[in-house]
């Protein structure tokens, strides 16, 4: 059974900071580019950020600069640091697997809510 658990959401004020964590069960972790989805209300869901199993990372121009991937594929987890929150940050932050090999699959989580607020 594949399992993606996020957590670290919460409330936080504006230029503050937080770090997500997504654990990751019952797939072969390094077969999976890791990414890291949000969706504000109203709003489609967007990339924010994703990391292949050899370290390659992407950003949304939005998060660039403030935001970082990484991934311990010892510990089969991936995380995103953000900096510099802004409230336009606010949304439900989505985990995501995304297999690169044949057959493709993808799986995620059930989000973590991050808001940012004074």
């Known amino acids: 059974q594949v399992q993606l658990v996020e957590s670290g959401g919460g409330l936080e004020q504006p230029g503050g900071s937080l770090r997500l964590s997504c654990a990751t069960s019952?797939?072969?972790?390094?077969?999976?580019?890791m990414g890291w989805y949000r969706q504000a209300p109203g709003k489609q869901r967007e990339l924010v950020a994703d990391i292949t199993s050899g370290g390659s990372t992407n950003y949304a121009d939005s998060v660039k600069g403030r935001s970082t991937i990484s991934r311990d594929n010892a510990k089969n987890t991936v995380y995103l640091q953000m900096n510099s929150l802004k409230s336009e940050d606010t949304a439900v932050y989505y985990c995501n697997a995304r297999r690169i090999l044949w057959p493709p699959l993808n799986y995620w989580g059930q989000g973590t809510q991050v808001t940012v607020s004074s």
């Open positions: 019952g797939i072969i972790f390094n077969q999976y580019v």
